[in-house]
């Protein structure tokens, strides 16, 4: 087993909590999520891009539709970020 420390790794993007690394030695990107990470391929980080962009424009329009549909009280809306 090859030590990982050895590989040359650079964070692509995010930050501490939540990043995507390349090893460009393994060819692999792992995806840090808090404690866990992720490794997978560059073609399922493509994969993966599209399926959050897919996911977060579902969960806009399910959320604009239930703002809508549910009370019109400007207090009732909550943002949680
Ligand atoms: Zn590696």
């Known amino acids: 087993m090859n030590s990982t420390r050895q590989h040359k ?3 692509l993007s995010g ?3 939540c990043c995507v690394v390349l090893c460009s030695d393994c060819n692999v990107l792992e995806l840090n ?3 866990s990470t992720l490794r997978i391929s ?3 980080l ?5 399926i959050l962009n897919n996911a977060k ?3 806009d329009q399910i959320q604009n539709a ?3 549909s549910g009370s ?3 207090g009732s809306i909550k943002r949680v970020h």
């Open 57 to 59: 424009k579902k969960l």
């Open 33 to 35: 999520l808090g404690a």
């Open 15 to 17: 930050n501490d909590d």
């Open 9 to 11: 790794k650079v964070r």
């Open 66 to 68: 239930s703002l809508l």
């Open 72 to 74: 019109l009280e400007s």
């Open 42 to 44: 560059p073609e399922s």
């Open 46 to 50: 493509h994969s993966l891009s599209t």
